[in-house]
T-cell receptor, first 111, second 116 residues
């Protein structure tokens, strides 16, 4: 089973700061998802990537397949970015064994 | 269009009671997933449907858990003889295509189950 580790577990920053959240996994994957979960449980998919880099607004996600590592960056952070950010991986080799999730990074952006 | 919806949003059950949790995926989405999220933890995979076929139920924690999607759209997760350790948020997600793990998943708001 893939082991997914995220760091940091908790992060508090000031508005405007550049934020980096890291995700590492133990076994080769076919795709990696970054998800955002707000209080109350709603989960929104931010990115799905299998190589390189993707950008959407102030969010940037990168993945290094060889190093089994991905990062999520937030530029010009804002209090509304406060949420739990979850990394999830889809294992390679086919098979319907679900996504494996990290425990999440709890981000608080203070005004 | 509408996103993934789940009902009820909150459920309190007495230990030993049976519960049924409903998921309405996005219309036309082929793949449907159930996840369990304990407090302070990331979600964990329970089971996966492609249309009406349950292709993987390896994540179901015990035989008290049962899921179905008889017509390939709405799905129900049933938990029999609930135990306190079943208390969690149950998340449903759907994706448009087959092999949904390689496809963006759209999550419902979850059902928070509390077993007393």
């Amino acid at each position: 089973k893939n082991e997914v580790e995220q760091s940091p577990q908790n992060l508090t920053a000031q508005e405007g700061e550049f934020i980096t959240i890291n995700c590492s996994y133990s076994v080769g994957i076919s795709a990696l998802h970054w998800l955002q979960q707000h209080p109350g449980g709603g989960i929104v998919s931010l990115f799905m990537l299998s190589s390189g880099k993707k950008k959407h607004g102030r969010l940037i996600a990168t993945i290094n397949i060889q190093e089994k590592h991905s990062s999520l960056h937030i530029t010009a952070s804002h209090p509304r970015d406060s949420a739990v950010y979850i990394c999830a991986v889809a294992n390679s080799g086919g098979g319907a064994d679900g996504l494996t999730f990290g425990k999440g990074t709890h981000l608080i952006i203070q005004p | 269009g509408a996103g993934v919806s789940q009902s009820p949003r909150y459920k309190v059950a007495k230990r030993g009671q049976d519960v049924a949790l409903r998921c309405d995926p996005i219309s036309g989405h082929v793949s449907l997933f159930w996840y369990q999220q304990a407090l302070g933890q990331g979600p964990e995979f329970l089971t996966y449907f492609q249309n009406e076929a349950q292709l993987d139920k390896s994540g179901l924690p015990s035989d008290r858990f049962f899921a179905e999607r008889p017509e390939g759209s709405v799905s129900t997760l049933k938990i029999q003889r609930t135990q306190q350790e079943d208390s969690a948020v149950y998340l449903c997600a759907s994706s448009e295509r087959l092999a949904g793990f390689f496809d963006e998943q759209y999550f419902g708001p979850g059902t928070r189950l509390t077993v007393t």
